[in-house]
């Protein structure tokens, strides 16, 4: 699957405006959106030869793992998990929140983004598969990964046809600790709100548009999907300035 992706920085003054400004556009409430990324590095050269069970018993689809990846080239893994949220004492605005951990996680490749001038847009692989059942960090550890680090993605999502825009931050967080009395799935416990900090120590904010594409290989979807990707970057000039992203930046190979 392709990703097509661009890239606008919003200040924290000016969040609350843009966000209007975008649902108004696509004619939706904002869904507000916070996701638990775990970064996990291999623990050692991956073996294609290799062959039978790893780890905990697991239901998750048959995947096939990135060509890049076969080829010697070794490439972080994240969890990816939704993050419940609920108030304390009984959802009155203004109390503390707490964040409940992830019932589930998706196992998310990220590849290497295109060479810049290619296209109009940045645009990567990727590839995720659904943990439905079992101990997702178990999976990874029997899979050769070791966990590195973490970060939350606390936002709003917007859809607009099928451009999906995210105006998010992303903040630091406690690592995942392992407790047995914790709700989540994983024997994990999430980190409360109140320990976050911005990375950005500014406090703005990223606007992210993207659309998915299942079969890259078909140039007239691609020019569909660039097209319609650039007329959204145009209804927000003079708000936001989308542009292509980083390639190094997004570089998720291990060094």
């Known amino acids: 699957m392709h990703e097509l992706l ?26 507000h959106v916070v996701e638990h990324h775990v970064v996990f590095k291999p623990k050692r050269a991956p073996a294609s030869s290799r062959g039978g069970p790893i780890g905990a018993s697991q239901a998750v689809q048959t995947h096939q793992p990135p ?16 993050v419940a949220e609920h108030s304390e004492g009984g959802g009155t605005e203004g109390n503390a929140k707490n964040h ?16 810049p001038g290619r296209r109009p847009v940045t645009s990567r692989l990727v590839s995720s598969v659904d943990i439905t059942q079992g101990n997702a960090f178990d999976f990874m550890d029997g899979l050769g990964y070791a966990r590195l680090s973490e970060y939350i993605v606390d936002g709003d999502r917007v859809v607009y ?6 105006l998010h931050r992303v903040v630091r967080c406690p690592q995942l600790k392992a407790e047995p009395s914790a709700a989540g799935k994983d024997g994990t416990k999430a980190p409360d709100d109140q320990t976050w900090t911005p990375l950005d120590p500014s406090s703005a904010y990223i606007l992210q548009a993207s659309i998915r594409v299942q079969d890259g290989s078909k140039p007239e979807l691609m020019t569909v999907a660039i097209n319609e990707l650039q007329s959204f970057r145009d209804m927000l000039k003079g708000v936001v300035d989308l542009e292509v992203g980083d390639r190094l930046a997004m570089d998720p190979r291990v060094r």
């Open 6 to 31: 661009l890239f606008g920085q919003v200040p924290a003054a000016s969040h609350d405006q843009v966000l209007k400004i975008i649902a108004g556009i696509a004619g939706m409430q904002a869904e």
């Open 67 to 82: 060509p890049n990846q076969l080829n010697g080239e070794l490439f972080h893994l994240q969890l990816i998990g939704d």
């Open 100 to 115: 409940v951990p992830p019932k589930a996680w998706s196992l998310c490749f990220f590849d290497l983004p295109e060479v």
């Open 161 to 166: 046809n099928n451009v999906v825009a995210l």
